[in-house]
């Protein structure tokens, strides 16, 4: 599907900082990164890579591979030239050959660069991630980044590349994982770099073969340059020449200002929930507030009674285990612990950001609000998180910024 890529990106952007983790740092150096990956530290005592002030890679030594079983040739160092990142068109479905043969003819595009584009949940926030050839795709990053080596060849070697915005936001654990969903035993993947990205698009990138581990939509999206072009006149015909078969974003400096409210937008959410949410397209209103395609909100969102907490309104798969929780904290005499809830499906970003919550695809439910601030340890009865948690619940408890109040559906569980 990638074999007639036009070109790379980035030069409106080149501002951006990139920090490498060193493969052998220690955990105990206060400004050191995550460890290093299993497997890589033996090999790599003596080629630790860092990113100076200039962008460039200080280590001689190859990165060793992280994880062979998700790993791509390394790319080695940039060629190609720098293009910028204006338009982003994406498909609910992979882009053919010849769609995007056709993309690269209109007028004013002077490059593309297909890849795969998902969204992961991670502490309730659905970050971008995109998995690409690490070799072409860097070419659409901020130069520092693109000029990298160590980035590309850790990204190529099965870790992860995350935007910096997010380093103290979401960390990765102890020993530098993140965990790509809220289940239990959601996929992990080493955090090799913190680089900086396709701006207002990318939150994290891996390689092709983690893309399809994490079961993403192959090659269901573009990045397009339009060079001097305004990217606004080439957004009409490109609209003519795909139709409604695919939302079309820009992504320039005008338009990262807000999300176009003209444009539709998609959420192709990977990982164990991925079967109740579904081809989930919405729109942008006002206030923080989005507008899901009513089709969707007709088939996936429902309105039942549940035990203790009466009639919510939640998605239709959430019910069955919701129920089994909630009547199992009745049987067990701790129906007293639990007095209300604050909702369950909520179609917004999450407050200040473009980010959505799992409350706009109806898959979490907020309970005991009053006492279970962000934040705090809150006073949520630990039996019935262990209850939830039985029921295929995540507790928001336990997260880096905590959310007693919330639980999340993170794998489907069917009663009986």
Not at 19 to 35: E, I, N, R
Not at 104 to 127: F, K, P, R, Y
Not at 254 to 262: C, F, K, S
Not at 271 to 278: K, L, R, W
Request: hydrophobic residues 40%.
């Amino acid at each position: 599907m990638r074999g007639r890529r036009m070109g790379r990106l980035g030069l409106g952007a080149a501002l951006g900082a990139v920090a490498v983790l060193a493969a052998g740092c220690g955990a105990g150096d206060p400004g050191a990164g995550p460890t290093a990956a299993p497997g890589a530290a033996s090999s790599s005592s003596s080629s630790s890579s860092s990113v100076s002030a200039t962008g460039a890679a200080t280590s001689a030594a190859a990165v060793p591979v992280a994880d062979p079983a998700h790993a791509v040739p390394a790319p080695g160092p940039r060629s190609g030239e720098l293009h910028s990142a204006d338009i982003l068109v994406r498909s609910k479905t992979t882009l053919t050959d010849a769609q995007v043969k056709a993309i690269g003819a209109v007028h004013g595009v002077t490059g593309t660069e297909q890849l795969s584009i998902g969204e992961a949940s991670i502490e309730d926030q659905l970050l971008n991630v995109v998995a690409v050839d690490p070799g072409t795709y860097r070419n659409y990053t901020p130069l520092k980044s693109a000029d990298a080596t160590v980035v590309w060849d850790r990204v190529a070697g099965g870790e992860l590349a995350v935007n910096p915005a997010l380093k103290k936001r979401l960390p990765p654990d102890a020993k530098g994982f993140w965990r790509m969903g809220s289940a239990s035993d959601a996929p992990e993947i080493h955090v090799g770099a913190w680089a900086a990205q396709v701006p207002g698009l990318v939150d994290a990138v891996v390689n092709d073969a983690w893309g399809k581990a994490l079961g993403m939509t192959p090659d269901n999206a573009v990045i397009i340059s339009t060079a001097i072009t305004s990217p606004e006149r080439v957004v009409k015909p490109l609209k003519r020449l795909l139709g409604s078969s695919a939302s079309i974003q820009r992504l320039d400096v005008v338009a990262r200002e807000g999300l176009d409210p003209r444009a539709p937008q998609f959420a192709n959410v990977v990982g164990t929930v991925a079967q109740a949410v579904g081809h989930y397209t919405y729109g942008v209103l006002g206030g923080g507030m989005i507008a899901p395609d009513p089709a969707w909100v007709a088939s996936h969102i429902v309105t039942d009674t549940v035990p203790i907490l009466g009639r919510v309104t939640c998605n239709r798969m959430l019910f069955p285990q919701l129920k089994a929780a909630l009547a199992e904290v009745q049987a067990r005499d701790l129906a007293s612990t639990i007095h209300s809830t604050a909702g369950c499906y909520y179609p917004r970003f999450i407050a200040g950001t473009s980010s959505l919550s799992n409350h706009a695809f109806g898959l979490a439910i907020d309970i005991n609000a009053p006492e279970n601030g962000r934040g705090t340890a809150g006073q949520m009865d630990r039996s019935v998180v262990q209850i939830f948690e039985k029921w295929g619940f995540t507790w928001g408890g336990t997260w880096h910024y905590t959310d007693p109040m919330h639980f999340e559906m993170n794998r489907i569980v069917t009663p009986g």
